[in-house]
């Protein structure tokens, strides 16, 4: 069964951080490209970051840039989304993805930046 199971969202105030984590099963996580996607409310859901498998090479949306950093453990099959300086316009559920021969997503966690 391959799975991708999230964890670490939660509430935080602006300016804070969050580490959202994602566990991969049932696959050769290492050869799969890691993203971090997010939907707002009443909103198209976004590519937030990316990262290869075999590289580590890195893309990131321009809204996040300087303030998230996307990693991955293969030795952990684990993909990882550092948010910093979190403002409330990052709000959403943030999805995380395995692209390769075939692609998986994770069930979303939620992410509230509230004062």
């Known amino acids: 069964q391959v799975k991708l199971v999230e964890s670490g969202g939660g509430v935080v105030q602006p300016g804070g951080s969050l580490r959202l984590s994602c566990a991969a099963s049932g696959f050769t996580f290492r050869g799969y490209v890691g993203l971090w996607y997010r939907q707002a409310p009443g909103k198209e859901r976004e590519l937030v970051a990316s990262i290869t498998g075999p590289t580590g090479s890195t893309n990131y949306a321009d809204s996040v840039k300087g303030r998230f950093s996307i990693s991955r453990d293969n030795a952990r099959t684990t993909l990882y989304l550092q948010m910093n300086s979190l403002k409330p316009e990052d709000t959403a559920v943030y999805y995380c993805?395995?692209?390769?021969?075939?692609?998986?997503w994770g069930q979303g966690t939620q992410v509230t930046v509230s004062s």
């Open positions: 993805k395995a692209d390769g021969a075939t692609n998986y």
